[in-house]
C-alpha cells in the first residue's frame, strides 16, 4: 500500500498565515500538521513508500521540512508545478499525476496533509480491506447541520455504503461530512483518471467521490474521535489552543 499526502494547495482563507507558507507546514500546538498526519501513517504495520503532493511555490520549503523529518527516507516529494491559487491543478487531478508516477500496482491511501485526527489509520485501513470492491472514504458526525455545509455531506446506507454525497450543500441532510481521507484499491484507480478526462471541477475530491458514488461502490468509515477543520484563521487558532492544551495534560500524565 502506497500513501499519498495531498500538500498542493494555496489556503487563501488562512491568508496571510499561508502567503509564504503552505497550511501543511503550519504548527498546531507546537508541531507542524503533516508531522501530526505522518505520526499516523508511520503506525501502520503494512505503510509503504509516503509521497508527498506539493506546489512549486512551497516546494523549496518542503524539501527543508523532508531534510529534517526522521521519515526522510521514507518520503519523496513530487512536485506539480503550480505557483499560485489561479494555476492550481486541483487535488483530483494532483492524485492522477501521483498515480502516473507511481503507478497502479498498489493500494493507494489518500490523506489531506492539513488533516488533523484522532482514530488510528488501522482501523480505517482494516474497514477498507474488508471491502475491496469499493473505495472507502473516512466520515465524521459534525453534528450540526449548519457546519455540514462547509464539507462534503454525506448519507450512507445499512452497509455503510455511500447513497448520497453532496459538496457543500446550501441546505444539508446530514451532519455526516467527509474529512480527507480515502483508501483506494489497485483496480479503482484508474477511475480518476476516467473522471478528469471528462470534468472541469477538479479541485475538491468530494465532487470525484460524489461521481464515483453514482457508477462504483463507495463505502464510509465514521469514526467518533476527535477531528479538526483548520480552513480560517478562527479555527486555526482554535485547534492550535486545543493541540496545545493537550500535550500540556499528556506531559503532567508523564
Known sequence: MRILILAAGYAVRLRPLTLNTSKSLLAIGGRKI???????????????SISVIVNAKHFRSFLRWRKG??????????????????TRLGAVRDMELAIKKGGKSEDLLVIAG????????????????????????????IGS??????????????????VEFKEKPPAPKSTLISTGVYYFPKEKLSFIGDYVKIQNNLDAPGNYISWLAKRDRVYGFVFLEDWCDIGTNESYKKADAAYQKKEREENDEE
Open 145 to 162: 447541520l449548519e457546519e455540514a455545509g462547509n464539507f462534503g455531506v454525506v448519507k450512507i446506507d445499512e452497509a455503510s455504503r455511500v
Open 34 to 48: 503533516i508531522d501530526r498526519v505522518i505520526d499516523k501513517i508511520v503506525r501502520v504495520e503494512d505503510a509503504g
Open 114 to 141: 492539513d488533516n488533523l485526527f484522532d482514530f488510528e489509520l488501522d482501523k480505517f485501513i482494516k474497514f477498507a480491506e474488508d471491502r475491496p470492491d469499493g473505495v472507502t472514504v473516512a466520515l465524521h458526525d
Open 69 to 86: 523529518s526522521r521519515y526522510k527516507d521514507r518520503i519523496s516529494l513530487i512536485n506539480d508545478g503550480s505557483v499560485s491559487n489561479e
